[in-house]
């Protein structure tokens, strides 16, 4: 079960079509813009924040207050 209000590694691949690597890689890492928490050893991300990210950076129209 995943952490209420926040979106995993997986889940950000599935919505922008790339790879988990490709999340981690260059998504998740340092200097993206995008606030990442950690949870354990894992690495997840505001579901808010994401969707502000992704529309901010694609264009797209899709998220929350969208």
């Known amino acids: ?15 922008m079509g790339v790879s988990r690597g490709t999340v981690y890689g260059r998504i ?4 993206s813009g995008l606030p990442v928490h950690r949870l ?8 808010r924040a994401f969707f502000r990210w992704f529309d901010g950076n694609h264009g797209h129209g899709q998220g929350a207050g969208s």
């Open 1 to 15: 079960m995943e952490e209420p209000g926040y979106i995993t590694p997986a889940e950000i691949a599935r919505i």
């Open 28 to 31: 998740l890492a340092p200097g």
């Open 40 to 47: 354990g050893r894992r690495r997840v991300v505001s579901r």
